[in-house]
């Protein structure tokens, strides 16, 4: 029996070409300044979802392969547009008395995996092409991290990827609900940076390295940023655009102030790059109210809370009422996240200074929640005598002292 002669090259010729892509495949990474890359790392970092825009082909995909290496960690895909509803919120499984069990909902396989893992980078691609039903089901995905009956760990972090609706095949708007559950990263390409990585050099990704000596004073410190901005700007506590296309992306709400006192929080305690820790707060509460917060946050120049809580004496209170009353906000907001006695006390001489200074009413409102920490063998400290009567009046100390 003649055999039939294989094509000419024949499986030979197909595994060199097989080796010749493996070759191409080999790249090597370097350390490289890039904000864009920088912005996704923090707020992955900082566990909060994050949405990347950007145009078909410009990498998305290749950046989250690349972000799971250097996580550590496996990379789950999804493809939200060629999802069903039920793909997400479950599928019913009836059991022997679902009037008595209830009838639980089936999660997919990669909820399975990354459920058994216990970490790792979900992946939401071409969330723009899926319907707004897909897009409803994927809330409780984002925000409660349930899949059908199952719940997803806190260390799982979500990223997802979207084409704008002009590029999109049946591309939609984002739902606004689904849209505020984002920080959202504008996607681009550098064409240097391309031609590198045409070279065999593709930018590094480095992931924030979160130091624990930082925390407490990271925490606290943010805590009086935010929340000083927004008692000065209180109409950005919750602004939704009016157009569709604005209401699609990055907007103020008290969901995206948590986002950014997150994500500020994690780049204090980080050490991130100023332009990085800017990209990624624009892109939790928007472009216009971001560079408000920014501008802000230029000239508030908040000293480290725990270093003045080591020693109150020796740090002067800030001049302007919005840095004054930010800088108490996150000195309390130091003693709450680690409370001793000494600290207490130190919170109330900061506070004096208020006082002194002639402003107790930038004091008022943070000496009662200092007020409120107190342990009842605790004596009321000295130097507050100006405090002590509206406290005691609001009941926040007893009176005598």
Do not use: C
């Not at 078909?56 to 960690?73: D, N, R």
């Not at 809330?139 to 997802?160: C, K, M, N, Q, T």
């Not at 130190?346 to 208020?354: E, F, H, I, Q, R």
């Amino acid at each position: 029996m003649s055999s039939q002669p294989h094509p000419q090259g024949g499986p030979r010729a197909l595994a060199a070409a097989d080796a010749l892509n493996a070759r191409l495949g080999g790249t090597r990474t370097e350390p490289a300044v890039n904000p864009q890359l920088e912005a996704l790392a923090l707020a992955v970092t900082a566990n909060q979802p994050v949405l990347l825009w950007g145009e078909p082909g410009i990498g998305k995909s290749a950046g989250m392969e690349q972000l799971a290496a250097a996580l550590g960690v496996g990379l789950e895909s999804v493809i939200a547009s060629v999802h069903e509803p039920s793909d997400f919120a479950g599928l019913p499984i009836v059991g022997d008395d679902p009037a008595t069990t209830g009838v639980p909902m089936a999660p997919p396989d990669w909820a399975v995996r990354l459920a058994r893992t216990g970490h790792g980078l979900l992946f939401f691609d071409e969330l723009s092409s899926a319907p707004p039903a897909v897009q409803a089901a994927l809330l409780r995905v984002v925000l409660e991290r349930r899949v059908g009956s199952l719940v997803l760990p806190a260390s799982v972090r979500i990223v997802a990827a979207a084409n704008p609706p002009s590029s999109a095949a049946d591309g939609w708007h984002l739902s606004p609900p689904l849209a505020n559950r984002f920080v959202h990263l504008d996607w681009t390409h550098d064409p240097r940076t391309v031609a590198r990585g045409m070279a065999g050099t593709w930018p590094e990704v480095a992931i924030p390295a979160v130091d624990p000596a930082r925390i407490s004073g990271s925490a606290a410190r943010a805590r009086g940023v935010i929340s000083g901005f927004l008692t000065a700007r209180p109409g950005l506590v919750h602004h939704m655009p009016k157009e569709a296309e604005g209401r699609g992306r990055a907007w103020p709400s008290p969901r995206t102030w948590e986002m950014a006192l997150r994500l500020l929080a994690a780049g204090y305690a980080a050490g991130a790059g100023r332009e990085a820790l800017a990209t990624a707060l624009t892109g939790a509460v928007g472009e216009a109210t971001g560079i408000e917060l920014l501008s802000y946050m230029e000239h508030l120049d908040l000293p480290d809370p725990d270093r003045v809580l080591a020693d109150p004496d020796a740090f002067a209170l800030p001049g302007r009422g919005d840095r004054q009353l930010a800088f108490l906000i996150a000195v309390v907001a130091a003693v709450q996240s680690e409370l001793t006695r000494p600290r207490w006390e130190a919170g109330w001489a900061v506070l004096a200074k208020a006082v002194e200074a002639g402003v107790p009413d930038v004091a008022a409102r943070a000496a009662a929640d200092l007020a409120a920490m107190r342990h009842p063998d605790w004596p009321v400290p000295a130097g507050i005598d100006a405090l002590v009567e509206l406290l005691q009046l609001a009941g926040a100390l007893p009176g005598g002292g």
